[in-house]
């Protein structure tokens, strides 16, 4: 199981526990990306490629029930990543998990030599925008038109650890 740093400072204490994905944890997060991200979603092969290759990178949120929400970035030899997926249950926004859940996966990448984190974001997802400008993320260009394939614009976010 990957050893994630204590709650970093700003983040509730109350929080469910955030730990290393487990092979467990798997079927319940593909279904919680499905619910998140419709046709633009994980499948359950995928997720298991995944955690084979990034499950260093592959953080949880559990509430000792249920998964609440997760955290997955695929890393590099060359010292880059990309955050792959960032989900936290409807019921369950708002509350510090997705910060929590990216500042414990930046402590990882920062500590196994990674220097440059890239994400991409949709551009109506303002409080996932929100969240990673207040992570020191950047906006790479402006929009990228049919990123993901028609319809699929995004907006690129840089951030250098």
């Known amino acids: 199981m990957t050893a994630v740093p204590d709650a970093p400072t700003g983040v509730p204490e109350d929080l469910p ?47 000792g029930k249920d998964i609440q929400g997760y955290v997955l970035a695929g890393t590099a030899v060359d010292g880059r990543s990309c955050v792959l997926g960032l989900g936290i249950t ?30 991409s974001v949709a551009p109506e997802n303002d409080t996932a925008i929100d969240l990673y400008k207040s992570l020191d993320f950047t906006t790479e260009g402006g929009l990228q038109k049919d990123y993901f394939g028609p319809g699929g614009d995004r907006y690129v976010m840089l951030r250098r650890l």
């Open 17 to 63: 526990l955030m730990r290393g994905v487990e092979l467990s944890d798997l079927e319940a997060t593909t279904l919680l990306d499905q619910a998140i991200f419709g046709r633009d979603s994980y499948s359950y092969t995928v997720m298991r490629q995944f955690y084979d290759l990034y499950s260093r990178h592959f953080l949880v949120v559990d509430d």
């Open 90 to 119: 409807q019921d369950r926004r708002k509350r510090g998990l997705g910060r929590r859940l990216m500042l414990g996966v930046l402590d990882l990448l920062r500590a196994d030599g990674v220097h440059t984190v890239r994400l």
